[in-house]
């Protein structure tokens, strides 16, 4: 019914800066936080940044100043800019959408995963 759909990882220098996209298609009614969580090698997977229909952000501490996410609610995108990248910061990025399929049912969703290696 929802397919998310990201792009925009790769390969990048340490202190670098990426872009991720994902766009939202299929049966949307609205869709209300947009997010992004990434899950490196034997770690558990974790919540980066988050954005909501208002506008309302909120960033895990260690991406703060760093990341900035955002979205366009015409193009159910979102996207997560990201500056002063680290080693640390290598995993696969999952991005994540509530929404709303008709007025009164949803889920969430997930995307496929884009790899962001920060390597010298």
């Given at each position: 019914q929802v397919?998310?759909?990201?792009?925009?990882?790769?390969?990048?220098?340490?202190?670098?800066?990426?872009?991720?996209?994902?766009?939202?298609?299929g049966t949307i009614f609205s869709i209300e936080a947009m997010g992004w969580y990434r899950q490196a090698p034997e770690k558990q997977r974790e919540l980066v940044a988050v954005i909501i229909s208002g506008g309302t952000t909120n960033y895990a501490e260690s991406v703060l100043g760093r990341f900035t996410i955002s979205r366009d609610n015409a193009k159910n995108t979102v996207y997560l800019q990201m500056n002063s990248l680290k080693p640390e910061d290598t995993a696969v990025y999952y991005c994540n959408a509530g929404v709303l399929t008709t007025r009164f049912r949803g889920g969430k969703y997930w995307g496929q995963g884009t790899q962001v290696t920060v390597s010298s």
């Open positions: 397919q998310l759909v990201e792009s925009g990882g790769g390969l990048v220098q340490p202190g670098g800066s990426l872009r991720l996209s994902c766009a939202a298609s």
